[in-house]
């Protein structure tokens, strides 16, 4: 007779907890600091999932539409030596075959076919359709944000822990992410992007969990723009796979060489 009323109120009673936590959390400086550790080991979680900590190389197809139905697809291979130092490698269209982008910390160069001097760029420059620089080059979320704990909300049938994460400084692609991660999984389920100004740039779904290079992580990422209706690009990681890669592949004097 009561276990109907129960579940009615219970995602209500969890979210008064949870308010109440970081009202305590606010209010006592060592609860604070366990929070905050909490949401950073949350993070660190996070992005251990979306890829691998060693060294690997991953394929990366993506396809942008636009509202009038029209696509765009290319492909990119990333190089990925620890969570610092990554090279993106266009793969298609045979037109841009050789361009090569080198991230080295948060600095980022691309490097042209006949162009003998590499081009700076920043992380929050558009690659290609909804897809910036950053997306593919850099995919540190612990590394780039403080991240805190706002919240626990109801996604279809499972439970979410809801991040702020505030960019800890200037260069980073996003000021500012909203992110939701199963609660009992630890799995990125959604995210939302914003600028400096605090306006909402775009949306992003992790889908399609796979066991590849070890981890079940997302294969599939759908990323929607939120100020031009319609507009949208779809990331799908192909064969990723754990390989040592040599550390002079990631400098500026080695990949002049390829140009």
Known sequence: MQSGPVTAIGPR??????????????????????????????????????????????DISIESRDADGDSDARKYRVLSKGKEDSVVLTMEPASERGQAMLMKGRDLWVFLPRV????????????????????????????????????????????????????????????????????????????????????????????????IAGEVRPTRLVMTDALKQGQVSVLTYEEMLLREIPARLFTKEYLKKLQ
């Open 13 to 58: 009673l969890t979210s008064i907890a949870v308010a109440l936590c970081a009202t305590l959390w606010a209010a006592t400086p060592a609860f604070a600091a366990e929070a905050e550790r909490n949401a950073a080991k949350i993070v660190e979680r996070v992005d251990n999932i979306r890829f691998p900590t060693s060294d690997y190389q991953v």
């Open 116 to 211: 003998s001097q590499p081009v700076r760029l920043s992380l929050s420059q558009r690659l290609t359709g909804q897809v910036a620089n950053g997306d593919l080059a850099r995919a540190n979320f612990s590394g780039d944000y403080e991240a805190s704990l706002t919240g626990i909300e109801s996604i279809g049938e499972r439970q979410a822990e809801v991040l702020e994460l505030k960019a800890k400084g200037r260069g980073v692609t996003y000021a500012r992410v909203k992110l939701w991660v199963d609660a009992e999984l630890g799995r990125p389920m959604k995210a939302e992007f914003y600028s400096l100004s605090g306006r909402l740039l775009k949306t992003c779904s992790y889908e399609d969990y796979r066991e």
